[in-house]
Each structure stands twice: as structure tokens, then as C-alpha cells.
């Protein structure tokens, strides 16, 4: 899969690191029937550059890429109150020396403060343009076309974004890491039995399955589900990874099988704590020194611990997880955390 004829900007200097998490494996098998449990690593997309790292610094080398080819000065985005989607494509406007300007859905009602900490207080450090917010339900892409049309108006040129990055182009930036993490396992010698991912908006999880049975990657994904259960969040995988492999060309069919996920970790709603969300946080933090955080990645380490316990992911079973950052929300929901 040849990426090198799309217009792309780096902003990591090297792969992210793939990490044992021995600490945390024993203290999941502990808790395990039988006592034993998969064998955790975790491979640190939190890392990535844009600090502080995450999945979507990989999308926006592309999308970034993609943008200033076509002469943009405005990049449009959307996402929730406290979107790390959001603060990496400012970040990634910063360098660019772009402008920014984000569409706030408000999806729990008043959940949105200028004020907050967080990413709310990094998209105010960074310097965003302008910030709209809108109700629950609302049409996200209708709100950012508006917004581009007044960016015209002033004589500006727009580039809009989708929630996540998650369209073909930004699902380049998981084929990359497919790539990446193919050439790894050669020069580690490494075999993992599975890799577990957040699905979401889908990016990473649709761009991550094109990109490994693209490459011939036999290894199955599976998706934790953060906004949605399997009836719902699978199609929107499915054709996330079909448009990424239409892009990239290479005549790739892809199966409706190989999409898998589960759901009902990241209940009762999205970005609504949980205590397996709280557990999940805890256990790595004190196992291993790795922080998730409570929208994404700690309500996917919830799938993977609640799995583990289940039986579903067998003892012994090697498990990459893949870590995608996330950051500063955490400080955004400190009382919850330690109160947990």
C-alpha cells in the first residue's frame, strides 16, 4: 500500500515505542479465573508528537498534508466539550501557522465551560480562533460549512475537518501504523495474538484493518466500542476501511467479518464516567506509570480488563493494546478519578 503519493506532514520524529506492561498483566490475572490472564503490551501512541501525543496527530499528518496542498489558512473541526481531536488540530494549525476555529457539540447538556480544564484550557493556551456550540443532535457538517462560508466571506480559505479526522485521508495516518507496526514486529521478532483499539468515530479502528489486511497483517482487531455498541458501530468501520482502501486503490475487498468490536464499556453514555472507566485509570496509573484518560482510552482498558476476566481473551493470549493518548482531559475529571 504506497502512501507516498499523498501529501503529507511529519510530526513525529520516530515509531512509537511497543511496551511491555508486566505490573499490570499480573494484577488483571488476579483477578482472572484460574488466576491467569492475557499478556499486556501497549504500543504508546500517546507519544506521538503534536504534544501531548495521541491517534489523531497520525490523521493529521495527512489531513494537515492535504489541507495546505489545496492552500488553505483555516482548518474547521468539530467535537465534543473536551475533544482531543480538537486540540491536536489546533496543535497542527499552531505549526503550520494556520488558523483554527472548532464546532462544540454539546452532547451531555452544559457540559461545555470556557473555563475548564483540560483540553478546554489548551484550546484557549494554543490560541484557537473561534469556538461555536451547538446542542446534542445537531448537523455537525451543516455547522461547519457555515462556518467556512464565513471564512470566504472574510476572504479566508477553509479546510474542514470531520469529527475524529475520520474520513479516507485521515484514515491514511492508521495505515501508516499498520506499516509501522508490521516492520516492529519484523525487527522485534514479536507476534501478538491480537490487538485491541477504541472504535469510535472509526478512523483509527477502519484505517488500522485496511492497513493490516492490506499488508497481509494476520492478526485480528478488535474494536472497544466508546460511543456505540456492534449494530450500530460496526457499518461505520466497515465503510470507514473500504473508503481507505478505494483511496489507496489496490482493488482491496473488505470483509464485513473481519469488523469486530464490542460495546458497553463506555456506558451509560459518551464521556459519562463509569467505575470500570475509574478501575481501568487506577490500575494502569498504579501498575505502570501510564495514564489513560476517562473519554477514550480508559473506557477501551475497561473492554480489555472486562474481557480478560471473562474468559473471551484466553491466558497467555499476547494483546497489544493500542494506547491513543488523551491526555489532558484527564485533569478535567480529577474528583472522579481519585474519588473513585
Known sequence: MDLSRFPRRRYSAAP?????????????????????????????????????????????????????????????????????????????????????????????????SPTASGNNFMFRLLGVDAITVVPAGSDML?????????????????????????????????????????????????????????????????GLLAG???????????????????????????????????LLDVGLHIPREAVRSVGGYWRPKYSVPNPMMVEAVQMLARTEAILLDPVYTGKIMAGLIGLARAGELAPGERVLFLHTGGLPSLHAYEEVVLGG
Request: hydrophobic share 40%.
Open 16 to 112: 512509537t515505542p511497543i511496551d511491555p506492561a508486566p505490573r499490570f498483566s499480573a494484577a488483571l490475572a488476579a483477578t482472572c479465573p484460574g488466576g491467569r490472564g492475557p499478556e499486556v503490551w501497549i504500543k504508546r501512541d500517546d507519544m506521538l508528537g503534536l504534544f501531548p501525543g495521541g491517534n489523531k496527530t497520525r490523521k493529521l499528518e495527512f489531513l494537515a498534508g492535504e489541507a495546505l496542498a489545496q492552500g488553505a489558512d483555516t482548518l474547521i473541526t468539530c467535537g465534543a466539550p473536551q475533544s482531543n481531536h480538537c486540540r491536536i488540530t489546533l496543535a497542527a494549525a499552531v505549526r503550520e501557522g494556520l488558523r483554527c476555529r472548532f464546532i462544540i457539540e454539546e452532547r451531555v447538556p452544559g457540559s461545555y
Open 142 to 206: 451543516a455547522a461547519m460549512q457555515q462556518e467556512a462560508a464565513q471564512v470566504r466571506a472574510a476572504g479566508g480559505r477553509p479546510y474542514i475537518i470531520p469529527g475524529g479526522g475520520s474520513n479516507a485521508v485521515g484514515g491514511l495516518g492508521y495505515v501508516a501504523c499498520a506499516q509501522e507496526l508490521q516492520q516492529q514486529f519484523f525487527d522485534s521478532g514479536q507476534r501478538f495474538d491480537r490487538v485491541v483499539v477504541g472504535s469510535g468515530s472509526s478512523g483509527t479502528h477502519g
Open 212 to 246: 493490516f489486511l492490506g499488508n497481509r497483517i494476520d492478526i485480528p482487531i478488535l474494536g472497544i466500542g466508546v460511543s456505540r455498541d456492534p449494530p450500530d458501530q460496526e457499518p461505520l468501520v466497515h465503510r470507514e476501511a473500504q473508503a481507505v482502501a478505494d
